[in-house]
């Protein structure tokens, strides 16, 4: 269901609708689909400053424990016995927004985000997080291991302002409400970053690799 409403600053008319899915309809005058901008057009315009863009009344959410995902190489055992190996593992977790995908780092979007959340909580909101870490992996023999991890979250809820020199769509002023969700440092909310090793039983394909002449009674990786 889309919620329409027109406001008004200094004589001029602003076009406000939003729905759950972020799109957004003329609501100060009659006007054909043709005539009203997409949320993704106005977030484009706010990422190469066409439009001159804010993103207003930033609202940090709780932080939480993000689904926990694969980091490492697979790790085979296919010996008789446990086999342990030092494994390297790498995550870089990004940000994504409702009304547009991914936030790209040093792209327009992230500044204007960064610029309005530092201003209202004093607190640097990054848009992307990288860890990186060794740890010593364990298998039963017959199963597969892995390293996973689990990112600390947080949601930044908001409104982007765009305010164009000459009307645009007719209007000089739209409004997009957002959600965009990213990394926070560990510890936020008493939420800490999970990094836990993870197994399970061979299939008969992978046991048919443990078969053959190569690695027969051995322990090998494969990117997974």
Known sequence: ???????????????????????IAVAA????ADDQPTAEQIMADCASGQGKCSFNSPEIGQAYLGEPRQVSELLYNCTASPASQSMAWA???GSSHSVGGSVTV?????????????AT????????????STFTLTVR????????????????S??????????????????V???????????????????????????????KLCSSGANQDSVFTRGG
Request: glycine residues 12%; charged residues 20%.
């Open 1 to 23: 269901m889309t919620m329409s409403r027109a406001l008004r600053y200094g004589g001029r008319t602003l076009a406000l609708t939003a729905s759950a899915l972020g799109t």
């Open 29 to 32: 005058v009659p006007a054909v």
């Open 91 to 93: 995550d870089t977790v």
């Open 106 to 118: 040093g792209g327009g979007i992230e500044g204007i985000i960064t610029a309005s959340v530092t």
């Open 121 to 132: 909580y004093n607190y640097t909101w990054q848009s992307s997080r990288t860890e990186t």
């Open 141 to 156: 023999p017959g199963e597969v291991g892995w390293i996973s991890r689990a990112q600390v979250m947080q949601r930044i």
């Open 158 to 175: 908001g409104t982007w302002q765009t305010h164009y020199d000459d009307p645009k769509w007719g209007h000089y002023y739209w409004f």
């Open 177 to 207: 409400p957002d959600v965009v969700t990213g990394p926070a440092p560990n510890g936020t909310d008493g939420k800490r970053n999970a990094v836990v090793v993870k197994s399970r039983k061979m299939t008969a394909d992978e046991k």
